[in-house]
């Protein structure tokens, strides 16, 4: 297990250099000039070529990613083109904010999607398997965006329970967790309710209830433990989509997260800033991805890895 925790400690590393490659190609091919938004109305092209050698804009492609690439390897992100603030400042305020968040949001993904999913699974064909399927239909069908406006809508101006926005404490984070998380818990309880259909009518699943077992025994011991290859590999896949989601739903709730401020600097054609938020959420995708293939062993003895 240690070795192949090594091999794919490895491989993390080797696709995150690939990233970087990815990721200043599409920066750089993207429309716009970040030169033009340090300029100000009628400065001179002189001016503008100086902007340009001040932040090495006007070297090459090649020679600006070796450079970037080599103050990256060192563990500097750089400086804010506009504000020059130094990016490992802003980045582990805003990476921790996202973290808090994706991590509020897996926690309702993991523990309403499975608890749901088995309750629905367990009493099939019921009213409450039938609405919570309904109702996970639903959850999926609605963008995030539009479900943090209406929660918004509802719990901040409406009740006003909880505020609309910001940052500062958990009741800041409650809202965009359920706006982020509420999607993915619905494709979680749908995959878990099949997983677990098919674990119950199995023939050791009988045998368990023959022995005299408790159904809580029978339920979660044998009958979830074998249900969740499945369920871990939709949580696997689901993480990209928390993370990919994470850049609208701060912005509708102006959550000063990693998506907040690539939204921001995208806007801003800030390049160091978009590099270094691309580059640490696929780092944080790959280490999420690493952790769930590692949980797929302690959730089935008998997978092997070489």
Same mark, same amino acid.
């Given at each position: 297990?240690?070795?192949?925790?090594?091999?794919?400690?490895?491989?993390?590393?080797?696709?995150? *250099?690939?990233?970087?490659?990815?990721?200043?190609?599409?920066?750089?091919?993207?429309?716009?000039?970040?030169?033009?938004?340090?300029?100000? #109305?009628?400065?001179? =092209?002189?001016?503008?070529?100086?902007?340009?050698?001040?932040?090495?804009?006007?070297?090459?492609? %090649?020679?600006? %990613?070796?450079?970037?690439?080599?103050?990256?390897?060192?563990?500097?992100?750089?400086?804010?083109?506009?504000?020059?603030? #130094?990016?490992?400042?802003?980045?582990?305020?805003?990476?921790?904010?996202?973290?808090?968040?994706?991590?509020?949001?897996?926690? &309702?993904?993991?523990?309403?999607?499975?608890?749901?999913?088995?309750?629905?699974?367990?009493?099939?064909?019921?009213?409450?398997? &039938?609405?919570?399927?309904? &109702?996970?239909?639903?959850? *999926?069908?609605?963008?995030? *965006?539009?479900?943090?406006?209406?929660?918004?809508?509802? *719990?901040?101006?409406?009740?006003?329970?909880?505020?609309?926005?910001?940052?500062?404490?958990?009741?800041?984070?409650?809202? #965009?967790?359920?706006?982020?998380?509420?999607?993915?818990?619905?494709?979680?309880?749908?995959?878990?309710?099949?997983?677990?259909? =098919?674990?119950?009518?199995?023939?050791?699943?009988?045998?368990?209830?023959?022995?005299?077992?408790? =159904?809580?025994?029978?339920?979660?011991?044998?009958? &979830?433990?074998?249900?969740?290859?499945?369920?871990?590999?939709?949580?696997?896949?689901?993480?990209?989509?928390?993370?990919?989601?994470?850049?609208?739903?701060?912005?509708?709730?102006?959550?000063?997260?990693?998506?907040?401020?690539?939204?921001?600097?995208?806007? =801003?054609?800030?390049?160091?800033?978009?590099?270094?938020?691309?580059?640490?959420?696929?780092?944080?995708?790959?280490?999420?991805?690493?952790?769930?293939?590692?949980?797929?062993?302690?959730?089935?003895?008998?997978?092997?890895?070489?």
């Amino acid at each position: 297990m240690s070795n192949y925790i090594l091999k794919r400690i490895s491989q993390i590393f080797l696709m995150a *250099f690939f990233a970087t490659i990815v990721i200043f190609a599409l920066i750089h091919l993207a429309p716009g000039d970040p030169v033009a938004a340090l300029s100000s #109305p009628g400065m001179s =092209e002189e001016d503008r070529l100086g902007i340009a050698r001040k932040y090495g804009l006007d070297q090459p492609l %090649y020679v600006q %990613y070796v450079r970037w690439l080599g103050t990256t390897l060192q563990g500097d992100l750089g400086r804010s083109l506009l504000t020059n603030q #130094p990016i490992n400042e802003l980045i582990s305020t805003r990476f921790g904010n996202t973290l808090q968040l994706v991590a509020l949001a897996m926690v &309702l993904n993991i523990v309403v999607g499975i608890v749901t999913g088995v309750i629905a699974a367990t009493r099939r064909g019921s009213i409450f398997d &039938l609405s919570s399927m309904t &109702l996970a239909i639903l959850s *999926f069908s609605i963008p995030p *965006f539009f479900l943090g406006i209406i929660l918004i809508l509802v *719990f901040a101006v409406g009740l006003k329970w909880l505020p609309a926005g910001g940052a500062g404490s958990f009741h800041h984070l409650i809202l #965009p967790a359920i706006a982020l998380g509420l999607a993915t818990a619905a494709l979680t309880a749908r995959m878990t309710r099949s997983a677990m259909l =098919e674990v119950l009518g199995s023939d050791y699943i009988r045998s368990a209830r023959a022995k005299g077992l408790s =159904e809580s025994r029978v339920l979660f011991r044998h009958g &979830l433990k074998n249900a969740m290859i499945p369920v871990l590999t939709i949580i696997g896949q689901t993480t990209g989509a928390l993370l990919a989601g994470a850049v609208i739903t701060e912005t509708v709730f102006a959550y000063p997260g990693m998506g907040f401020t690539l939204v921001k600097s995208l806007s =801003e054609r800030d390049y160091p800033v978009i590099q270094a938020a691309l580059l640490v959420t696929s780092f944080l995708y790959l280490t999420i991805n690493l952790l769930i293939d590692i949980a797929y062993l302690y959730a089935d003895p008998r997978i092997r890895y070489g």
